[in-house]
Nanobody
């Protein structure tokens, strides 16, 4: 059974940075794309970005492009989300997920395993 565990969330002031990590265990990591999503209570889950199995293709939501960077280390079974220039509207629970293929896709129904989430709060 695949397990994904996010870490690195917390409280940060606007303009600050955080780096989230997502460690995978119990299954194959290196041949699947990985995605990051976020959700605010009462709202739908939102795509943040995704990275292909090799790291060669990365997609971002327009709202985070230029501020967030996704990377992965297949030797460590870990994917990262570096968040810079954070804004209060970035406040959410952030989830990592494993895609059903090696292609980084936006639709959450193309992901089959999800982490428990980590809270990111950006104060103004």
């Amino acid at each position: 059974q695949v397990q994904l565990v996010e870490s690195g969330g917390g409280l940060v002031q606007a303009g600050g940075s955080l780096r989230l990590s997502c460690a995978a265990s119990g299954g194959t990591f290196s041949t699947y794309a990985m995605g990051w999503f976020r959700q605010v209570p009462g709202k739908e889950r939102e795509f943040v970005g995704a990275i292909s199995w090799s790291g060669g293709t990365i997609r971002y939501a327009d709202s985070v492009k230029g501020r967030f960077t996704i990377s992965r280390d297949n030797a460590k079974n870990t994917v990262y989300l570096q968040m810079n220039s954070l804004k209060p509207e970035d406040t959410a629970v952030y989830y990592c997920a494993r895609a059903i293929s090696g292609v980084p896709v936006r639709a959450d129904n193309e992901y089959d395993y999800w982490g428990q989430g980590t809270q990111v709060t950006v104060s103004s």
